[in-house]
C-alpha cells in the first residue's frame, strides 16, 4: 500500500493557461474522488469515479474544468482557461466500494495551484 | 442536507493540556463522521471515524471523539497536547443518501500549542 499519489505537487500558471492533474489511488480502490481546498476552509467536492465512471460532478466543476478516469485507475483533472480564482489546493482522495469498507477516504499530498 | 459546524478556528492550548475542538453536524440520517488532520502543505491524514456501534471511538497519535445524538455532536479530545499535535483539524460528514459518500467538512480548526 503505496498510499494516495498527486502530480505534480505545485503549478504555477498564467491566467488563461490550461494545466492537468494527476492521481493515482491506492491500488485496491474502486472509488476515486476530487476536492478543491482555498485558504482558511475546509476541502469542498468537485467530482468522484466508481470505476472509470464518473459519476456526481459538483456545481463548483464549471464548463472550464474536465476529468477522466479511463481505464479505472489513474485519474486526471484538467482546467481550461485558467483564472484566478482556480487558485487554490486540489485534493484527490480513494476508498474502497462502500460495502467493502468503513466509509472512510484516504488522500494525497494534493497539488497546490497558483495563477498569476 | 448534510452539514458540519466546528465552533472555533483557532484553539490554543498549552503542552500537556487537555485539547477539545469541536464539531456539531446536521444530518437528516444516521450519519459517519470522521476526523482528518492536515499538517502545512500537505493532504488529510484520517484520524478517527465513527459508522456504528459504540459511540466512543480512538483514534491516532491519543486522540478520541464521542458520538453524541441527541447533541448533534463529535468532538475531538486529547488529554495532554503534544507540540507535535500543532496543525489543522477538519470535521467531515459522510454523505450516503445518495451513494456518493462524498465528504462534506468543515471549515477547520487550527491547534495551537504552546510551549
Known amino acids: 500500500d503505496t498510499g494516495v499519489s498527486q502530480d505534480p505537487r505545485h503549478k504555477i500558471t498564467k491566467r488563461g493557461q490550461n494545466v492537468t492533474f494527476r492521481c493515482d489511488p491506492i491500488s485496491e480502490h474502486n472509488r476515486l474522488y476530487w476536492y478543491r481546498q482555498t485558504l482558511g476552509q475546509g476541502p469542498e467536492f468537485l467530482t468522484y469515479f466508481q470505476n472509470e465512471a464518473q459519476l456526481e460532478k459538483s456545481r463548483l466543476l464549471s464548463d472550464r474544468f474536465s476529468a477522466e478516469r479511463p481505464k479505472g485507475s489513474f485519474s486526471t483533472l484538467e482546467i481550461q482557461r485558467t483564472e484566478q480564482g482556480d487558485s487554490a489546493m486540489y485534493l484527490c482522495?480513494?476508498?474502497?466500494?462502500?460495502?467493502?469498507?468503513?466509509?472512510?477516504?484516504?488522500f494525497g499530498p494534493g497539488t497546490r495551484l497558483t495563477v498569476t | 442536507a448534510q452539514s458540519v459546524t466546528q465552533l472555533g478556528s483557532h484553539v490554543s492550548v498549552s503542552e500537556g493540556a487537555l485539547v477539545l475542538l469541536r464539531c456539531n453536524y446536521s444530518s437528516s440520517v444516521p450519519p459517519y463522521l470522521f476526523w482528518y488532520v492536515q499538517y502545512p502543505n500537505q493532504g488529510l491524514q484520517l484520524l478517527l471515524k465513527y459508522t456504528t456501534g459504540a459511540t466512543l471511538v480512538k483514534g491516532i497519535n491519543g486522540f478520541e471523539a464521542e458520538f453524541k445524538k441527541s447533541e448533534t455532536s463529535f468532538h475531538l479530545t486529547k488529554p495532554s497536547a503534544h507540540m507535535s499535535d500543532a496543525a489543522e483539524y477538519f470535521c467531515a460528514v459522510s454523505v450516503g443518501m445518495d451513494s456518493s459518500y462524498k465528504l462534506i467538512f468543515g471549515s477547520g480548526t487550527r491547534l495551537l500549542v504552546r510551549p
Open positions: 482522495a480513494s476508498s474502497k466500494q462502500p460495502w467493502q469498507t468503513t466509509y472512510e477516504q484516504y
